[in-house]
Structures are given as C-alpha cells and as structure tokens.
C-alpha cells in the first residue's frame, strides 16, 4: 500500500513508523520504506501536495514512484 504525508525530516519519519509510532495505518504495515520524496518551500504547499496525492488512483501513484525511481 501506499502511505502519504509530509513532514520536515523524512528520515525520522521513516524510523518513528517502523518502530510503530506514529499514523494507526502504518502501525500494521511494516516495514515502511520510502519510494518517494518531493520538497516544497513552506509547510502549506507541502500539505497542498499531499492532499492532492492522496486523491490520486493507485495507479497514478504507482507513476510517480515509478518516475521516481528513475531519476
């Protein structure tokens, strides 16, 4: 599955995730990995993205790992 959100160090994002802290939905979806990372100058265009990934079909998502990976 896919997991999205937005925060200021995806490191200790990852970690606090795969030690079980953190969203309910990853709590039972471990390991956690990241597959995908984009940056943005301030905290509201950051959550702007999320919402409008979160509204993307899988396959979109899929895409933009996919893309990703390439680069």
Same mark, same amino acid.
């Given at each position: 599955?896919?997991?999205?959100?937005?925060?200021?160090?995806?490191? @200790? @994002?990852?970690?606090?995730?795969? #030690?079980?802290?953190?969203? #309910?939905?990853?709590?039972?979806?471990?390991?956690? #990995?990241?597959?995908?990372?984009?940056?943005?100058?301030? @905290?509201?265009?950051?959550?702007?993205?999320?919402?409008?990934?979160?509204?993307?079909?899988?396959?979109?998502?899929?895409?933009?790992?996919?893309?990703?990976?390439?680069?």
């Amino acid at each position: 599955t896919f997991y999205t959100g937005w925060t200021t160090d995806p490191e @200790r @994002r990852v970690a606090r995730h795969n #030690k079980g802290v953190g969203a #309910k939905y990853t709590s039972t979806r471990r390991p956690v #990995k990241l597959v995908y990372l984009e940056t943005h100058p301030n @905290r509201t265009e950051a959550m702007k993205r999320e919402l409008a990934i979160k509204k993307m079909k899988r396959m979109q998502k899929s895409k933009l790992v996919e893309g990703y990976k390439g680069k």
